[in-house]
């Protein structure tokens, strides 16, 4: 019977081969993971979602053999955009039935990412909710080329279109979102001054500052996702959004106490009751007032706003194409 236990050499060495395999795979994933993140999240606008998305790219990549990828960068970036993009459409079906507006799931960040313009940039709920009015297959090229700079056509393969046609996808989604994104860069600096004048006006109740803070024309999206009390339409115009915070169910509530984090790479105010996270404020800021502003309470969405998150944007370097 003891020929049954014996493990002969050409089984070892399968496994050790198999071992080495999954080493490799995980070292080449874990060191472009933060990549992947960022851009699975700023192609679905759900940490939650893009987090599905990296699992289901893992199961796919340890199956490949790595002795065929040239790139396993590009390679990667190909896997998870084409998990993301089925992703998107499901999701575009869930957020049919989505009570009350729609407002992407809030990330804690370094305090250093609001320093790079370009990331702080392109992961802000605001720019996230402008990538929301293009298609899926738009949002996944515009992230792609103008985000993280790939070739036409790398992207013309994730996508599964011709490089023609990407060309096209890319010309009108940015297009598209020129037209719509925030006018201009505000620094942090600037957000925060306006972010603790709000606070102030907030907590006291001062109509006229809060008057004084809010853009003529600020638009105020509140998200609860059907689980907690939240205003189900925009409210548009400095009056009516004064009024709702000086006056409304907000005012009437329980007691809540701000702190001043760093929301998708910009001020924001991380909202308390009780001691427990209640919800997010991130805003937009133009010439120096409040012209967007964002309340996530939905619970789902307030897991990243406990612990830091990574994100990145990196190009490659000059010449290596």
């Not at 709702?244 to 001043?260: D, I, M, V």
């Given at each position: 019977m003891g020929h049954r236990c014996r493990v002969s050499q050409s089984d070892a060495g399968r496994r050790l081969v198999h071992v080495d395999h999954v080493d490799s795979a995980t070292d080449a994933f874990v060191a472009h993971r933060n990549l992947l993140f960022t851009a699975a999240y700023e192609m679905l606008g759900s940490?939650?979602?893009?987090?599905?998305?990296?699992?289901?790219?893992?199961?796919?990549?340890?199956?490949?053999?790595l002795g065929t990828v040239r790139d396993e960068r590009a390679y990667l970036v190909r896997i998870v955009t084409r998990q993301a993009l089925d992703r998107l459409r499901a999701m575009g079906r869930r957020r049919e039935s989505?009570?009350?507006?729609?407002?992407?799931?809030?990330?804690?960040?370094?305090?250093?990412?609001?320093?790079?313009v370009e990331l702080a940039d392109s992961v802000s709920i605001a720019m996230l909710l402008v990538l929301e009015t293009l298609a899926p297959v738009e949002r996944a090229v515009f992230v792609l080329r103008e985000v993280f700079d790939l070739e036409y056509d790398e992207i013309a393969e994730a996508v599964e279109k011709s490089?023609?046609?990407?060309?096209q996808i890319a010309y009108r989604a940015r297009a598209?979102?020129?037209?719509?994104?925030?006018?201009?860069?505000?620094?942090?600096a600037e957000t925060r001054t306006a972010l603790e004048a709000f606070r102030r006006a907030v907590e006291t109740g001062d109509l006229q500052s809060l008057l004084d803070i809010l853009a003529p024309d600020v638009v105020s999206l509140s998200d609860g996702g059907g689980v907690r009390r939240a205003i189900l339409r925009p409210i548009v115009g400095a009056g009516k959004v004064a009024r709702?915070?000086?006056?409304?169910?907000?005012?009437?509530?329980?007691?809540?106490?701000?702190?001043?984090v760093?929301?998708?790479?910009?001020?924001?105010?991380?909202?308390?009751?009780?001691?427990?996270?209640?919800?997010?404020?991130a805003v937009r800021v133009e010439d120096g007032r409040i012209a967007g502003l964002y309340h996530v309470r939905n619970p789902e969405k307030l897991s990243r706003v406990q612990r830091e998150t990574a994100v990145v944007r990196t190009r490659r370097p000059a010449g290596s194409r």
């Open positions: 940490a939650t979602d893009a987090e599905d998305v990296l699992q289901e790219a893992w199961l796919r990549w340890v199956g490949v053999d989505y009570v009350g507006p729609w407002l992407p799931e809030p990330l804690l960040t370094a305090p250093d990412v609001a320093e790079q490089t023609a046609a990407v060309r598209h979102v020129t037209a719509r994104r925030p006018r201009g860069s505000v620094s942090p709702l915070l000086a006056f409304g169910w907000y005012r009437r509530g329980p007691a809540r106490s701000f702190e001043q760093q929301v998708n790479g910009a001020p924001g105010l991380l909202v308390r009751v009780g001691g427990e996270i209640d919800g997010v404020l």
